[in-house]
Nanobody, 114 residues
Framework: QVQLVESGGGLVQPGGSLRLSCAAS????????MGWYRQAPGKQREIVAI???????NYADSVKGRFTISSDNAKNTVYLQMDSLKPEDTAVYYC????????WGQGTQVTVSS
């Protein structure tokens, strides 16, 4: 079992920045990859960014150049630095870990609005 706890969401103006964190506990030593997904009201959950155990990353086209995913393996924590935020980035952001099974965090709300 892996437990995930997200933090760092909130309200920010367009063009602003936020940094999300996701701390993994439990059987975190065998996590193969971690990622961030988001779900806006009335829309399906979509991938935002993924980072593998070895540090390779992938991003959704909509966030490339604005968001950066990183990890601290010693702390079993993954981060999502979000810059140049747009209103369309408003969503609940979920952390996901792949460790044999798929594990999800509880989600953190990000609202981009003036």
């Amino acid at each position: 079992q892996v437990q995930l706890v997200e933090s760092g969401g909130g309200l920010v103006q367009p063009g602003g920045s936020l940094r999300l964190s996701c701390a993994a506990s439990g059987r975190a030593s065998i996590i193969a990859s971690m990622g961030w997904y988001r779900q806006a009201p009335g829309k399906q959950r979509e991938i935002v960014a993924i980072i593998s155990l070895f540090g390779s990353t992938n991003y959704a086209d909509s966030v490339k150049g604005r968001f950066t995913i990183s990890s601290d393996n010693a702390k079993n924590t993954v981060y999502l630095q979000m810059d140049s935020l747009k209103p369309e980035d408003t969503a609940v952001y979920y952390c996901r870990a792949l460790s044999g099974d798929v594990y999800w965090g509880q989600g953190t709300q990000v609202t981009v609005s003036s």
